[in-house]
Nanobody
Framework: VQLQASGGGLVQAGGSLRLSCSAS????????MGWFRQAPGKERDIVST???????YYRDSVKGRFTISRDNAKNMVYLQMNSLKAEDTAVYYC??????????????????WGQGTQVTVSS
């Protein structure tokens, strides 16, 4: 499995961005997928995840602002980010659990990572 993230950029506070992640692999629909982010000097954190069955999870700070979705026919996962705040500034990574459809809160259980895309929110 290979992942390719895109869609990052510079946006003003209150604005929106949509991140996209394309995945290779014939069994994409069985993968748990997730978005993570890492701000300078901080650890990588979970932002949102979606299971193979479509169950979603969001960290508290993005609930109501971010929406994760997946299109299994296109092998794509998206993160729609609205009402962006300066504290959302980070490098965003998509990741997959290539052997499990269930998500995990343990970053160490995500075995495939994309290259990251920078999101910068100016205040």
């Amino acid at each position: 499995v290979q992942l390719q993230a895109s869609g990052g950029g510079l946006v003003q506070a209150g604005g929106s961005l949509r991140l996209s992640c394309s995945a290779s692999g014939r069994t994409f629909s069985g993968y748990a997928m997730g978005w993570f982010r890492q701000a300078p000097g901080k650890e990588r954190d979970i932002v949102s995840t979606i299971s193979g069955s479509g169950s979603t999870y969001y960290r508290d700070s993005v609930k109501g602002r971010f929406t994760i979705s997946r299109d299994n026919a296109k092998n794509m996962v998206y993160l729609q980010m609205n009402s962006l705040k300066a504290e959302d500034t980070a490098v965003y990574y998509c990741a997959a659990r290539s052997r499990y459809s269930a998500t995990s809160y343990d970053i160490g259980r995500w075995d495939v990572w994309g290259q990251g895309t920078q999101v910068t929110v100016s205040s």
